[in-house]
Nanobody, 121 residues
Framework: QVQLVESGGGLVQPGGSLRLSCAASGFIFNVDAMGWYRQAPGKQRELVAR???????NYADSVKGRFTISRDGAKNAVYLQMNSLKPEDTAVYYC???????????????WGQGTQVTVSS
């Protein structure tokens, strides 16, 4: 099975930085994309950043210019460098992998357990 494990969350002051890491383990036949989503209490889960196998990236408008997503294809790992953090960035951040476990298997979303990011003074 595919398992995603996040790390790097924590408590930081506004303007600070955090780097989130996510490592995928288990059998993975294909990885089309990996990304980060977040969910704040009482709000919908939203895309933060996503990177495809070819390196194309997408960011939420609210994080453009502040966050940078990167990926290590050999390790099936994805990272999120978060700079100039704001209180509104406070949320549980979830690692996502979009891929398949077999040649005949359709792509699906795999999710990590989430890591808490709190931005507060």
């Amino acid at each position: 099975q595919v398992q995603l494990v996040e790390s790097g969350g924590g408590l930081v002051q506004p303007g600070g930085s955090l780097r989130l890491s996510c490592a995928a383990s288990g059998f993975i036949f294909n990885v089309d994309a990996m990304g980060w989503y977040r969910q704040a209490p009482g709000k919908q889960r939203e895309l933060v950043a996503r990177i495809t196998r070819r390196g194309s990236t997408n960011y939420a408008d609210s994080v453009k210019g502040r966050f940078t997503i990167s990926r290590d294809g050999a390790k099936n790992a994805v990272y999120l460098q978060m700079n100039s953090l704001k209180p509104e960035d406070t949320a549980v951040y979830y690692c996502n992998l979009y891929g398949s476990q077999g040649y005949m298997d359709s792509n699906r979303d795999f999710w990590g357990q989430g890591t808490q990011v709190t931005v507060s003074s």
